[in-house]
């Protein structure tokens, strides 16, 4: 099964800090990489997406740096805060309608 | 609003019983899903369907099953064979690359 390789699997930054969550895939069929961000005891939601044209895509604090030769994406939190601790997951979608999830980071921002 | 809905939020089993966790989207999305999450595990795809009175197993889908019966319902039933079944479980629904999720429901194995 085609997977996506997240790391790391847990993360402390100070606030005001840049947390870097990486995430690498293997299909080079794929063609749409968001981010899902999920607070406890609630369902993940979609934080930011980019497609292999671009190699940076920003909104507000969120950027997510796309580099299609190495097969690796990543997401940068800009000045980070407390409110931003939450799971993060990377994802790729599969041709059968099915999107292949990374396992997630546990990011906590230290206030 | 449109959305996706889980019931209930908390639910308790005893062992050997089937449950069924309720799901229902007014998104008008032709394809939903059901996860299973474990803590500080990433999301398990238990079924998916892409089209009423369709449905295709997931990675983990032994223990459980589902219906599709209505476009905007798809009821899991976590059934006695499932030896683990205490977990959250994420029901979600999808436009084209996008899935939107339900608010999730927790279940605990008495």
């Known amino acids: 099964q085609q997977q996506v390789k997240q790391s790391p699997q847990s993360l402390i930054v100070q606030k005001g800090g840049i947390p870097i969550i990486n995430c690498a895939y293997e299909n080079t069929a794929f063609d749409y990489f968001p981010w899902y961000q999920q607070f406890p005891g609630k369902g993940p939601a979609l934080l930011i997406a980019i497609r292999p044209d671009v190699s940076e895509k920003k909104e507000g604090r969120f950027t997510i740096s796309f580099n299609k030769s190495a097969k690796q994406f990543s997401l940068h939190i800009m000045d980070s805060q407390p409110g931003d601790s939450a799971t993060y997951f990377c994802?790729?979608?599969?041709?059968?309608?099915?999107?292949?999830f990374g396992k997630g980071t546990r990011l906590h921002i230290l206030p | 609003d449109g959305g996706i809905t889980q019931s209930p939020k908390y639910l308790f089993r005893k062992e050997g019983q089937n449950v069924t966790l309720s799901c229902e989207q007014n998104?008008?999305?032709?394809?939903m899903y059901w996860y299973r999450q474990d803590p500080g595990q990433g999301l398990r795809l238990i079924y998916y369907?892409?089209?009423?009175?369709?449905?295709q197993k997931g990675d983990i889908a032994e223990g459980y099953s589902v219906s599709r019966e209505k476009k905007e319902s798809f009821p899991l039933t976590v059934t006695s064979a499932q030896k683990n079944p205490t977990a959250f479980y994420l029901c979600a629904s999808s436009r084209v690359n996008e899935q939107f999720f339900g608010p999730g429901t927790r279940l605990t194995v008495l």
């Open positions: 998104l008008n999305h032709d394809a």
């Open positions: 994802a790729a979608p599969n041709r059968d309608d099915k999107i292949i």
């Open positions: 369907s892409q089209i009423v009175n369709d449905f």
